[in-house]
C-alpha cells in the first residue's frame, strides 16, 4: 500500500557526449550550447550542458517506470533551475527519486528530486500518477 511519506527508491541515469548527440539528432535541438565545448563556454557556460529537456524526460522516465507506463502518468511538471554540465570523456549522473506527497484513491502525487553531481537541477518537480 502506498501512503504519504514513502520514498521511490533513487535511480541513476548516465548522460555523455554521445547522448547527448543522439538526442540533439532526435529532437533537432542542434544548439552549440550542448555539443561544442568551445562555443558553450563562450556564452558563459562551465561546459557544455545537457538539454533541459532531455533531464526532464529522464526524471518522466523514472515515473513512467515506477508507475507501471506512461499511460499512468497524468501530469508532470518541473522547473529548470541548474544545467547539469557534461564534461569531455565523462559520463555524467543524474540521480532521481521521489516522494510521495499525497494519495487520494487511485492517485498518487509526488515530489521529484533530481541531482547531477550533488547539484539539484530540477525545482518544482512534480507528478500525479494512477496507481
Known amino acids: ?7 521511490i527508491p533513487e535511480r541513476v541515469f548516465y548522460i555523455d557526449r ?10 533537432g535541438d542542434q544548439n552549440p550550447i550542448h555539443q561544442n565545448e568551445e562555443f ?3 556564452v558563459g ?10 533531464t526532464m524526460a529522464l526524471v518522466a522516465r ?5 508507475s507501471g507506463g506512461s ?16 564534461p569531455a570523456g565523462q559520463n555524467v549522473d543524474l540521480t532521481v527519486t521521489a516522494m ?6 487511485d492517485r498518487v502525487k509526488l515530489d521529484c528530486v ?9 525545482g518544482m518537480s512534480q507528478a500525479v500518477v494512477i496507481k
Open 62 to 66: 523514472f515515473i513512467s517506470d515506477w
Open 71 to 86: 499511460a499512468n502518468v497524468k501530469e508532470f511538471s518541473a522547473r529548470f533551475i541548474k544545467p547539469v554540465i557534461v
Open 18 to 27: 554521445a547522448l547527448l548527440k543522439a538526442y540533439a539528432d532526435a529532437s
Open 100 to 105: 510521495v506527497v499525497e494519495v487520494d484513491a
Open 1 to 7: 500500500m502506498i501512503k504519504v511519506g514513502d520514498i
Open 40 to 42: 558553450a563556454l563562450s
Open 45 to 54: 557556460l562551465p561546459n557544455v550542458i545537457a538539454h533541459g529537456m532531455l
Open 114 to 122: 533530481a541531482r547531477s553531481n550533488g547539484v539539484k537541477v530540477l
